[in-house]
């Protein structure tokens, strides 16, 4: 409130913080106030202002506005980046929406990009959950065999097999092809996967 009487302006930047802030905080309705006070003024949003809105509303589970933030992003000019799909996809695959999800993911291999690394054990747990167990192989095979994944989200993706009694399928994660960057060595012990 200060900042205009001292002359200086907020701009994307302090209100993209200051969502953020309220968000945390669990104040999703001074952060939607926030939001709208933005456009009023003329700062205009950028993505990640609204990857934040997105944050917002999925930490309280809350998908309808979360949808709402990300269709805005493409009426705004804008694109989503890789943080605008990872909220997405986690908010979708939570609530076992396969096919949404798997829209998702066609949107973001169209777009040129990839599935974030992040995003591959929520994907598969998801499918894994469901039972869509070659789903779950069709997925692996095509965004984590030999992509470098990191051994904690191996770890992860072989532990949503694990959970559900999955020994072989866990086994095939665990011999499966890496990737050059992250030749390490995995063990299963008492049930926990270590490098």
């Known amino acids: 409130l200060d900042m205009p009487a001292h002359g200086v302006m907020p701009d ?7 969502i953020n802030i309220f968000g945390l905080s669990g104040n999703s309705t001074q952060a939607e106030v926030l939001f709208a006070s933005m456009v009023v003024r003329g700062v ?3 993505t990640k202002t609204y990857n934040v809105m997105m944050t917002v509303f999925a930490s309280i589970g809350d998908l ?9 992003i493409g009426k705004a000019g804008l694109h989503p980046d890789a943080v605008s799909y990872r909220i997405l996809l986690q908010v979708l695959c939570e609530r076992k929406m396969a096919r949404e999800a798997e829209d ?7 777009s040129g990009s ?4 992040q995003s591959l054990p929520i994907v598969m747990k998801m499918y894994v959950d469901l039972g869509l167990l070659d789903e779950a192989t069709a997925f692996f095979e095509r965004h984590c065999r030999g992509n470098g994944v990191s051994s904690k989200n191996f770890s992860a993706i072989m532990d949503a097999f694990a959970e559900k009694g999955l020994w072989e399928e866990a086994e095939h994660i665990f011999c499966s092809e890496r990737g050059v960057e992250n030749e390490k060595k ?3 012990v008492a ?3 270590f490098l």
């Open 114 to 117: 990839f599935v974030h690394e």
């Open 12 to 18: 994307t930047y302090t209100f993209n913080t200051l």
């Open 64 to 72: 309808e506005r979360v949808l709402k933030y990300y269709c805005q």
């Open 186 to 188: 995995v063990r299963c």
């Open 104 to 110: 998702v993911i066609e949107g973001v291999l169209n």
């Open 44 to 46: 205009k949003p950028d």
């Open 191 to 193: 049930g926990k996967w």
